[in-house]
């Protein structure tokens, strides 16, 4: 059954550090795993997005990494902002069809002052 | 602006009622989707459309019933909906449904069912 583990479920850091989102997945075939950002209220916003041949991607503060061979993926946030405080989710396609998505159950990461 | 716009943004509806989801994307793209998602809970796939053909149907209950009149446009039609359809509701498109694309979603309708 195809998978995709997130952690840590939770996460509060203090404005200005930095951190590391965790993403584990046993879909196959591999196809892209993609991280998204919702915030509260709102739909998810794409981040990143990267195919077997990439093992980093970066979008401004965010930066992800993915090991096919592990079959992981991690998500590192730079100098953290407030407006940081959100849910990141990361989805794991396998074949060529987006209806092939796998969802993890998301980490929340909260950012005080 | 997301592109990609959701209404209602709040939905309350009793179990015998009948109402209907929209979305509306302004991107051009060619593939829609009808997420669920519930608290606590991963989102969930209910049905995907490319150019106005249904292309996945994630065993969802007939309580739902999907319409795309044409590519920027998708309906969810409801129906005899139970309590525990109550969740956010978001609306997705893409350029293409193979997958390699970024998904862009609307905001959601947050559905109650008293």
């Known amino acids: 059954k195809n998978q995709v583990e997130q952690s840590p479920q939770s996460l509060i850091i203090l404005e200005g550090k930095n951190c590391t989102l965790q993403c584990n997945y046993t879909v196959s075939p591999f196809s892209n795993l993609r991280w998204y950002k919702q915030d509260t209220g709102r739909g998810p916003v794409s981040l990143t997005i990267m195919t077997f041949s990439e093992n980093t991607k970066s979008n401004g503060r965010y930066t992800a990494t993915l090991d096919a061979d592990t079959k992981q993926s991690s998500l590192h946030i730079t100098a953290s902002q407030l407006s940081d405080s959100a849910s990141y989710i990361c989805v794991v396609s396998a074949g060529t069809n987006a209806g092939k998505s796998t969802f993890g159950d998301g980490t929340t990461l909260t950012v005080k002052p | 602006e997301t592109g990609v716009t959701q209404t209602p943004r709040h939905l309350v509806m009793g179990m015998t009622n009948k109402k209907s989801l929209k979305c509306e994307q302004h991107l051009g793209h060619n593939a829609m989707y009808w997420y669920k998602q519930s608290a606590k809970k991963p989102l969930e796939l209910m049905f995907v459309?490319?150019?106005?053909?249904?292309?996945e149907n994630n065993s969802v209950p007939s309580r739902f019933s999907p319409e795309c009149p044409n590519s920027s446009h998708l309906f969810l039609h409801l129906h005899t909906l139970q309590p525990e359809d109550s969740a956010l509701y978001l609306c997705a498109s893409s350029q293409d449904h193979w997958g390699n694309q970024p998904q862009h979603f609307g905001d959601g309708t947050r559905l109650s069912i008293l």
């Open positions: 459309y490319s150019l106005e053909e249904r292309v």
